[in-house]
């Protein structure tokens, strides 16, 4: 996955920060999906569709918690809502897939951009956390302060290598023992 990494045993941290990668390039792919699908499907083949999955489970328990509040979510979605979502969804995922990709091939621009954004996003969970608890949301928030996390050590780590191998470049510009 990297050029610095060829023909060197990858460490614990480095193979974690991979792997959380890859999930979030899924989660971005999911996303991507979730807003194409947004677009093509208007919000009363939504509505009618949460009803048709959640019919045999509501006729077991009436008052299922996440049956009965998918139904009424979906009976309030309108157009414009619909394509809200779809759009946060595609340019989320879009971002979210670039940056993966970037990371993974350690090009060092892509580093603070994922900091950033992901940044933001947790600032953006956390209000919403604020008006209403969610432990999904509160997963997905750690996740994404985890992911902060190794991207600027990883971050830091390239800089590094990427400061020591300018010098020695540079060093041997100056010598002529580049030749």
């Known amino acids: 996955m990297s050029t610095t990494r060829k023909g060197t045993r990858l460490s614990f941290l480095d193979r974690i920060f991979d792997t959380s990668l890859i999930l979030k390039g899924l ?5 991507l999906v979730g807003g194409v699908l947004l677009l093509l499907v ?3 083949q939504i509505s009618s569709s949460s009803m048709l999955l959640t019919q045999h489970e509501l006729s077991q328990d009436p008052k299922d918690f996440i049956a009965t509040h998918l139904v009424a979510y979906a009976h ?5 809502v619909t394509l809200f979502a779809a759009a946060y969804l595609l340019v989320h995922g ?5 940056l993966v990709a970037a990371l993974l091939k350690e090009q060092l621009w892509a580093y603070p951009w994922m900091i950033g954004f992901l940044g933001i996003f947790i ?5 919403r956390l604020i008006l209403h608890i969610s432990v999904g949301l509160i ?3 750690v996740f994404d302060c985890f ?3 190794l991207t600027v050590l990883e971050y830091r780590k390239h800089l590094r290598l990427h400061l020591v191998t300018s010098h020695q470049g540079n060093f041997a ?3 002529g023992k580049g030749k």
């Open 147 to 149: 992911i902060v996390m």
């Open 123 to 127: 600032l953006y969970q956390i209000y």
């Open 42 to 44: 208007s919000p009363k």
């Open 94 to 98: 879009i971002v979210k897939i670039v």
């Open 27 to 31: 989660d971005g792919l999911l996303e």
């Open 76 to 80: 309030t979605l309108t157009a414009s």
């Open 139 to 141: 997963a997905l928030t």
């Open 173 to 175: 510009q100056r010598t």
